[in-house]
């Protein structure tokens, strides 16, 4: 179930934050993100879990997580990268004196909002609507991507578990695939050819 598989990826997340060094989260991260904001960036896939199962939707305006990344593409670069950095940034102080014990909480607190909701339209960011399955999908592919950026930032491994690394990389060819990618991806995969180093599906 794509829960249970959230709940894994979550909860390897906050393994992952526990192993990092205390005196780490000033070191480099993702771009313009030191490792702190990397990894509060990160808690937001746990922090809107829990914020939009309290914004519920009339409709689903989003037939699905492939339909989520392409309506983000367009958002996103309406919204400008200065506003997500912004906003990791801030994650990043959000999570206090003590980030670890911080990200436990958050996966807690999502794990527990989740139990026995079903499968509800919610509200997302840019106003859509997308049912709470179809979101957490989205959820597990930024929980896998961005522990394996905090792991390189860190040299501390993410250990992800199968199921989580599986759904993840399912989502990505499928996101090329809707993208007109997915022959450039499928070559890849099969050893024919390599990918640029700015590719990405997202």
Known sequence: MT?????TAAHAFSRLVRALPEDGFDGPGLGEWDLR???GHTSRS???VSTYLHT????ADLAGPVEYYTAMRGFMSEAGTAAIVARGT????DLGPHPAETVDRLTAQALSDLDGVGD???KVIGGYGIRLGDYLQTRIFELAVHSLDITRASGVPASLPPEVLEAAAV???RIAAASGDGETVLMALTGRTGLQPSFSVT
Request: overall charge negative; aromatic content about 4%.
């Open 46 to 48: 746990l922090i809107t």
């Open 90 to 93: 801030q994650a990043g102080r």
């Open 37 to 39: 904001a990397l990894v």
């Open 171 to 173: 989502l990505a060819t």
């Open 120 to 122: 509800p339209v919610i």
């Open 56 to 59: 519920p939707a009339a409709e």
């Open 3 to 7: 829960v249970d598989v959230f709940a």
